[in-house]
Every structure is written in C-alpha cells, then in structure tokens.
C-alpha cells in the first residue's frame, strides 16, 4: 500500500471510493434506504468537497488504485474515514489514523474531533479516542445514529 497526500485532482476517485465504502456495508447495521442516503452525499454535498479541496488528507493506493482515504476539515476535525469494502479490515484505517494523529500533532493541535459511523467508531475507540455522546442526524430525510468523538494528543 502507498501512502500518499490527497490532491485536487483526487476528488473524482475520492467519491467513488466513498461510495464503494457506504453501499458495501452490512445490511444489518444499515439499511438500503440509509446507504443510499448517505452514499449520495458524494455527489451532491458542499461539505464533502470542501473537506477534499480546503482540508489536509491523505491516500492508500494499490496498484495506482485509492483504496482508502481520510481528510482533516476543519484543521482539528477528521472530516472523511473511508476504505473500498474490498479492503476493509485490513489496516487500512489504522494507517490513515495515525498519520492523521502525527500530522495533528506535528501541527501542535492539542486534540481532535470526528463524528464517527456505527462502523468506525470501534477503531476510533482502538485508538484511544473516547465517546463523548452518541447523536441522531437526518440526511436525505432518513435517521443515522452516530458517535461524537474526541482524542486528546500529545
């Protein structure tokens, strides 16, 4: 796997590989309706393309291929988590997290923040990150529960 820093002319692939991820996850912790709601953010959401365009992200490729990627918008917020399903649970988010985390901290931040899935929030918690509450958003009118979470870094 290679690691590398996102740039603008990522964005297209970037929204297949976010698609890639929602739409392969397992119908018993999200429904069709819900991965269909929350998969088309890729094309039609401001957030998601300034999160790629103003933020500070990072890439796995194989083979020239993104396989995974994650941004930081605003500066001390992980913004985008996301891995093609094909890869998923092979470390693949755990390599993005702690560059991110370095990154962080090189930078001087004393902390970061995210909004985590009913899927991610497990390796956030891995990682020493702690739930500070879990929250309900509506996106595209259908219902999501998710994590708020924090991590101190030193």
């Known amino acids: 796997m290679n690691l590398r820093q ?11 590989v976010y698609f890639d991820s929602i739409q ?6 999200y429904s069709k309706e819900q991965k269909r709601a929350w998969s088309s953010q890729a094309w039609n959401n401001q957030n998601f393309n300034q999160s790629i365009t103003q933020g500070k992200g990072w890439l796995l490729s194989e083979q020239r291929i993104i396989i995974a990627f994650a941004t ?5 917020r992980i913004a985008l988590f996301y891995c093609k ?3 998923q649970r092979k470390g693949c988010g755990s390599k993005l997290l702690n560059k991110l985390e370095d990154d962080a901290k090189k930078e001087g931040l004393d902390s970061l923040s995210t909004e985590a899935s ?3 929030y497990k390796l956030f918690l891995r990682n020493e990150w702690e739930i500070i509450r879990k929250e309900k958003v509506i996106i595209n009118n259908i219902f999501f529960e998710r994590y708020k979470m924090a991590k101190i870094i030193k």
């Open 24 to 29: 392969s996850l397992d119908e018993k912790i």
């Open 6 to 16: 996102i740039t603008i002319k990522d964005q297209l692939e970037l929204k297949k």
């Open 72 to 76: 930081r918008y605003p500066n001390n």
């Open 118 to 120: 009913l899927i991610s």
């Open 85 to 87: 399903g094909e890869f």
